[in-house]
């Protein structure tokens, strides 16, 4: 079965430290990659998104992700973090138009000053 | 400029008891889905709907029921509600790309006592 692995429940990063989210995905195909962010009581919010070409990809907030085709990861990185950033994020995978995205559990971050 | 509405925000309901969460969308979008979240489950598919008047499950389809009658909105129906669909809800749409790129709604929490 298809599936989305983050192998980080939770992480803490000081303020101003490079942070990076690991996600692994289980499928031969090359996906349609996305990292998401949930505030704390609200809805997903899309952070970036890999399709094709280029396998770094920039998002909003200063983020971005690397999609790594011999590793099945699209890990999601921030040079600086800010104490806004603290957050759960959210690695999914999406395979044909038609099929919903499929999510990883989440790794929830905060952020120490 | 609304996106994804869900209605109603907060439920409390007693086990047994029935209700409907609705879901609207003023994007045109044909794709729409309902997702739970659960702690440490991340976004779990509950159905879909690739269009009008067709609906599919996904992950975890039992004591649901969907109806999308109207293009713009997706309905979400527990008939017999049960402490174990305690959760967050959220209704998401999108195009019928490739892409799969999803817009949610805010979330709608359902406690069942």
């Known amino acids: 079965a298809q599936s989305v692995t983050q192998p980080d429940i939770h992480i803490t990063v000081s303020e101003g430290a490079s942070l990076e989210l690991r996600c692994n995905y289980s499928y031969g195909a090359t996906p349609y990659l996305f990292w998401y962010v949930q505030s704390p009581g609200q809805g997903l919010q899309l952070l970036l998104k890999?399709?094709?070409?280029?396998?770094l990809v920039q998002g909003i907030k200063g983020f971005e992700a690397e999609f790594k085709r011999s590793q099945s990861s699209f890990n999601l990185r921030k040079p600086s973090v800010h104490w806004s950033d603290a957050a759960e994020y959210f690695c999914?995978?999406?395979?044909?138009?038609?099929?919903?995205?499929?999510f990883g559990k989440g790794t929830t971050l905060s952020v120490s000053s | 400029n609304a996106g994804v509405t869900q209605t109603p925000k907060f439920r409390v309901l007693k086990t047994g008891q029935s209700m409907t969460l609705l879901c609207a969308q003023d994007m045109n979008h044909e794709y729409m889905y309902w997702y739970r979240q659960d702690p440490g489950m991340g976004l779990r598919l509950i159905h879909y709907?690739?269009?009008?008047?067709?609906?599919a499950k996904g992950e975890v389809p039992d004591g649901y029921n969907v109806s999308r009658l109207k293009k713009q909105n997706f309905l979400l129906g527990l008939e017999s509600a049960a402490p174990s669909q305690t959760s967050v809800y959220f209704c998401?749409?999108?195009?019928?790309?490739?892409?799969?790129?999803?817009?949610f709604g805010a979330g709608s929490r359902l406690t069942v006592l």
């Open positions: 890999y399709f094709s070409g280029d396998t």
């Open positions: 709907s690739v269009g009008e008047g067709t609906t």
């Open positions: 998401a749409s999108s195009t019928n790309s490739g892409a799969n790129v999803l817009t």
């Open positions: 999914a995978v999406g395979y044909q138009a038609g099929t919903a995205l499929i």
